[in-house]
């Protein structure tokens, strides 16, 4: 007997003006809160705006608050420069601020996933 192993690919439904749009969470960089809105910013450049928040589930898939308006996906940080708060370079050449009052649990938590 032939058993195939199925990959599980884990999509999230992102509500737009033209309906829904659906994506890999793990082609998420990171995601951006500009009031009621959030911008999503993927590995293929696409910059997504929905009117919903979805931190929980992205929190549970790699992904840290650095900032109250940042979101990162630690898989795709490139490199953290220190200072106040610092700030990490994402691969796609974005830089995000740390908060100074994250800073020090994301540095831990980043360096103990690695």
């Known amino acids: 007997m032939i058993y195939m192993k199925m990959?599980?690919?884990?999509?999230?439904?992102l509500p737009t003006v033209n309906g829904y749009t659906f994506i890999e969470i793990s082609d998420i960089i990171h995601c951006q809160?500009?009031?009621?809105?959030?911008?999503v910013f993927t590995k293929?450049?696409?910059k997504i705006t929905v009117?919903?928040?979805?931190?929980?589930?992205?929190?549970?898939?790699?992904?840290?608050?650095v900032h109250n308006s940042h979101i990162i996906n630690l898989a795709y940080v490139k490199s953290y420069t220190k200072g106040k708060g610092g700030y990490v370079t994402m691969q796609d050449g974005s830089n995000i601020q740390v908060s100074t009052r994250r800073k020090e649990d994301f540095l831990k938590c980043f360096l103990a996933n690695q």
Do not use: M, P, Q
């Not at 990959?7 to 439904?13: N, P």
């Not at 009117?51 to 992904?63: A, G, I, T, V």
């Open 7 to 13: 990959a599980l690919v884990k999509k999230i439904s």
């Open 51 to 65: 009117s919903k928040s979805f931190e929980e589930l992205l929190l549970s898939h790699h992904f840290y608050r």
């Open 33 to 39: 809160a500009d009031v009621n809105y959030t911008h």
């Open 44 to 46: 293929k450049n696409e």
